[in-house]
């Protein structure tokens, strides 16, 4: 469970690093069709941030619940 959580925990790193970079690109944009693309690549990476939050506290839980087993 421990590599599981400590590949998660990287990952998540790296997608919250990419997740900055749409951020920004969305507060550079130049053009309102600029920003609504760059809106919708950062909801996209957003909602996989949060879904490997989600994934993380998931594994948690369950290595808490084997822990008491």
């Known amino acids: 469970m421990e590599q599981v959580l400590e590949k998660l925990s990287t990952f998540l790193a790296q997608e919250e690093e990419l997740l900055r970079d749409y951020a920004v ?3 550079e944009a130049f053009d309102s069709c600029l920003f609504m693309s ?3 690549d950062y909801l996209a ?3 996989r ?9 998931l594994v948690e ?5 084997l822990e008491v087993v």
């Open 25 to 27: 690109d969305v507060a």
């Open 38 to 40: 760059n809106q919708k």
């Open 45 to 47: 990476q957003k909602g």
């Open 49 to 57: 941030v949060n879904a490997l939050k989600d994934a993380i506290q």
């Open 61 to 65: 839980d369950l290595e808490n619940q």
